[in-house]
């Protein structure tokens, strides 16, 4: 047994909100544990190097990819931990249709438009669906710009809020960056600051409110901490199988307001280097694109990403890459694939400690559930970009949602100061 001479507090989750929290902490002379099942950090950001056939490997994201603007949380980490970032030399919002290239980005940007301000006119709380099946534009248009709804939000149109079309409707052509070298390397840098704190391969099964502190159980030891921050994925907080966590019944219903978004990716491998660039299969349900990466080039690999459970039923993704991989080559006749090399898809919604992509608003979501989803129970605090309500989905919103649970966890400690736990073995 040892005595901590600060206060503790237990992170559960080395994804970007655990490590967030974890960062904030540790600065403020807290003793820190991050928990963490995988045996590397990042959850949802994952960077991997894949052997695309040429002399040299190209870094591809598994997870999350794109920075942009706005996000100022995660610009302050970077600062932090000496990573700078890569403009990418195409940009998230612009997507030309390779079905019908007749209809342009602005056709699309301008029923989007027209959509986001019907939604703001509609009584009650319409789903993205209603709003556009009142839309008197071509059909055409209107496939597209649910298309770009379904993809970016993970979610079909009938079951996410209308409000999605504030965040879709910016079709400007605005820059994406990713962190030099992958965006792994960002939660790779903060476990680093936190050296042997961080404790991989470990997983937790049980978080316990206790008369004084609260207990954390994992296939080694029990621990006992002054708090708790729980900085789990959406489905494995809500689901509360494979980790046992203090989630009442108010806080329950919350979470059930939340939609769980479906989504993989798809990276192939290219015989040559091509521009950047970036198209949208409406028939598909998937976008694609080639970007910049760290070496300052063009990475020989196109890059893809499906978002909807149904899109992803439909590409058969659960069963491998084979039928996307054909659909996402038909798309793109302008570049020459390296077939000898194979496919890589990533399929989150199989990953039994993600159980999916990230989460988006259903219409019954309201305006004071954010509050409720951060909302602390006991000692037991909760981060997550599903708490985010501006930045839901983003590693920007996983980075605000930790940052916050350690400010809520240091006021709280701060004005309470109890005794030190022991940790026991």
């Known amino acids: 047994m040892s005595a901590a001479t600060h206060p503790s507090v237990g992170i559960v989750g080395a994804g970007l909100a655990g490590l967030a929290a974890a960062t904030h902490l540790h600065e403020a002379g807290y003793d820190v544990t991050v928990f963490e099942a995988r045996n590397r950090v990042g959850g949802r950001v994952w960077s991997e190097a894949m052997n695309t056939g040429h002399d040299f490997a190209s870094i591809v994201e598994r997870g999350a990819e794109f920075v942009l603007n706005g996000y100022d949380a995660m610009r302050q980490l970077l600062n932090l931990t000496g990573l700078s970032l890569v403009e990418t030399g195409m940009s998230y919002y612009v997507r030309a249709l390779v079905e019908t290239p007749q209809i342009t980005t602005d056709d699309v940007a301008t ?89 991989t391969g470990e997983t937790v099964h049980r978080v316990v409110q206790l008369e004084e502190g609260v207990a954390v159980y994992t296939d080694t030891a029990a621990a006992i901490f002054d708090a708790v921050v729980v900085a789990l994925p959406l489905a494995i907080v809500r689901d509360r199988t494979t980790v046992q966590l203090p989630v009442p019944e108010w806080k329950q219903t919350v979470l059930d307001r939340v ?97 999916g992509a990230y989460s988006a608003h259903s219409p019954h979501v309201r305006a004071q559930d954010g509050e409720a989803l951060e909302q602390p129970v006991g000692d037991v605090y909760f981060a997550g970009e599903y708490t985010d309500a501006l930045y839901t989905g983003l590693m920007e919103g996983a980075i605000r949602s930790g940052q916050r649970a350690a400010q809520r966890v240091t006021h709280q400690l701060s004005a309470s100061r109890p005794a030190p736990q022991e940790v026991l073995r």
Request: charged fraction near 20%.
């Open 259 to 355: 939609l769980q978004g479906h989504a993989a990716k798809l990276h192939l491998p290219l015989c040559a280097v091509a521009p950047a660039s970036a198209t949208m299969s409406v028939e598909g349900r998937f976008w694609n694109w080639t970007a910049v990466d760290a070496s300052g080039r063009v990475a020989p690999v196109l890059s893809g990403f499906m978002g909807s459970e149904a899109a992803l039923q439909a590409a058969a993704v659960h069963e491998g890459p084979a039928r996307w991989a054909e659909a996402a080559r038909a798309t793109r006749p302008d570049l020459s694939f390296n077939t000898d090399m194979p496919a890589l898809v990533t399929d989150w919604s199989t990953d039994p400690l993600a159980r």
């Open 111 to 199: 029923a989007g438009q027209q959509a986001a301000d019907l939604a703001r006119s509609l009584p009650g709380a319409p789903s993205a669906e209603d709003v556009l099946s009142r839309l008197d534009v071509d059909r055409r248009v209107v496939d597209a710009l649910r298309t770009r709804i379904e993809i970016s939000t993970a979610v079909e149109s009938d079951k996410v809020t209308a409000a999605a079309l504030n965040h879709i409707a910016s079709f400007r052509k605005l820059p994406s960056w990713r962190v030099g070298g992958g965006n792994q390397g960002l939660p790779k840098a903060l476990a680093a600051r936190l050296g042997h704190a961080v404790r």
